[in-house]
C-alpha cells in the first residue's frame, strides 16, 4: 500500500492541525494504521494507532487527550487532529500501515513520505 501524508505546516503553540494519510494500492481497510514522528536528533517515536476498523485507538502519553486519530475506509484516509500543540511537538509526522497491532515501528511494512509539524513558542 502507497501512503501520503499531508496536513502539516508552522503553528503557534496552543494552536491545532489536521494532519492525513491517504492510501493507495491495497485494500486500506485490511490494515491497522499509526502515526510516528521524527524531531530533529532524536528517534522515531510512536505517536498514536487505529484499528482497521476504526474501532480501538491508542495514543502515547505525551499525546494523549491533545491528538485524536480517526479514519475513513470509504475514503482511504486516516487523519491526526492535533490540538493544544506544544513546542515539543515540532517534528516530521508519518503514517504508516501493519497488519499488527502494535506500537513497535518494525512492524510497520508501510510508510508515508512524512510531513513537517513546527510548533512556535
Known amino acids: 500500500v502507497q501512503l501520503q501524508a499531508s496536513g502539516g505546516g508552522l503553528v503557534q503553540a496552543g494552536g491545532s492541525l489536521r494532519l492525513s494519510c491517504v492510501a493507495s494500492?491495497?485494500?486500506?481497510?485490511?490494515?491497522?494504521m499509526g502515526w510516528f514522528r521524527q524531531a530533529p536528533g532524536k528517534e522515531r517515536e510512536f505517536v498514536g494507532a487505529?484499528?482497521?476498523?476504526?474501532?480501538?485507538?491508542r495514543y502515547a502519553d505525551s499525546v494523549k487527550g491533545r491528538f485524536s486519530i480517526s479514519r475513513d475506509n470509504d475514503k482511504n484516509t486516516m487523519y491526526l487532529r492535533m490540538n493544544s500543540l506544544k513546542p515539543e511537538d515540532t517534528a516530521v509526522y508519518y503514517c504508516a500501515a501493519s497488519t499488527a497491532w502494535t506500537i513497535e515501528s518494525n512492524a510497520y511494512g508501510f510508510w508515508g513520505q512524512g510531513t513537517q509539524v513546527t510548533v512556535s513558542s
Open positions: 494500492g491495497r485494500t486500506f481497510g485490511d490494515y491497522n
Open positions: 487505529i484499528s482497521w476498523t476504526g474501532i480501538n485507538t
